[in-house]
């Protein structure tokens, strides 16, 4: 791949999804995109990118940037912080009446953070009615997040083996989210530029080792969609070893990368 090459689907990426592309990913990006090229019945990625070049065709141009994106996830990433939810944050928020706690899983890749929110929930001492909202960029990352199949290697990557007995069935050789973990969780392709408030409102909004690779201001204007979200006495979630620093309505807890809405801050009133 040439450095132009790289250069124009790293700003296309960076247009579109707020993230960024590092110099030195050119190998990565090459990897990438080679199915792409294959399945357009084209001889080498360069063809490919000279297509999106001359086209701009819109379809294409997406499947390009959503591949370009690194879906690293595992179950329970950061288990201090399910930890936290599951013995005080959802008791707490279960304990105010007996509304469904909603939670989005704001980059939820193919899905195992979404799933282990579920079985937070429904692993907690008085489990409650809950509503999982999963959202990501990448149509095909949201394809395998839905079927809840993951391989041995997957569910190695984190997953207690109790919750596995527990919320999964084996199937060939691979394992099966079992279907009252599926159904309580709703899929959608959505990106994080866009506005949010058409998802409503959660009390748990969680977008864990995502804002990261983002520019700055895109990162600064997607923190901002996602406290529009978020309820007033609702939480964020980051990755624990983060550098992300939530808007000043937010005030830590002695977990890292859970934060808590302070009642002294009102919301954004809109995000767009």
């Known amino acids: ?79 201090a912080t399910f930890a936290r939810l599951q013995e005080s944050v959802i008791p707490t928020l279960a304990s105010r009446d007996k509304a469904p706690i909603r939670l989005l899983s704001a980059g939820c890749a193919t899905g195992q953070e979404a799933y282990t929110l579920a079985m937070v929930a429904l692993e907690s001492l008085a489990p409650p009615r809950i509503d999982i909202v999963a959202i990501d960029f990448s149509a095909q990352a949201l394809m395998k997040a839905e079927t809840g199949v993951y391989s041995h290697f997957e569910v190695q ?25 599926r159904q309580s969780i709703r899929w959608g392709e959505h990106n994080l530029l866009d506005d949010l408030t058409p998802l409503g409102e959660f009390d748990i909004v969680v977008c864990s080792h995502v804002l990261s690779a983002f520019e700055p201001a895109a990162a600064a204007a997607t923190l901002d969609r996602l406290d529009a979200v978020c309820r007033d006495d609702g939480f964020m979630v980051f990755g624990a070893n983060e550098s992300v620093s939530p808007p000043a309505a937010f005030a830590s807890t002695p977990t890292p990368g859970v934060w808590r809405r302070s009642s002294a801050f009102p919301r954004v009133s809109s995000a767009g």
């Open 1 to 79: 791949m040439t450095p132009n090459d790289l250069a124009f689907v790293a700003e296309l990426t960076r247009q579109q999804a707020g993230v960024i592309i590092r110099a030195d990913k050119s190998f990565f990006v090459e990897t990438r995109l080679g199915p792409i090229a294959r399945r357009e019945a084209l001889e080498s990625v360069a063809e490919l990118i000279d297509r999106v070049r001359s086209t701009n065709d819109a379809t294409l141009t997406r499947q390009i940037v959503a591949a370009t994106l690194v879906q690293d996830t595992s179950f329970f990433r950061d288990r």
């Open 157 to 181: 990557r984190g997953l207690p083996i109790r919750s596995l007995l527990r919320h999964f069935e084996q199937a060939d050789d691979h394992w099966k989210t079992r279907p009252d973990l």
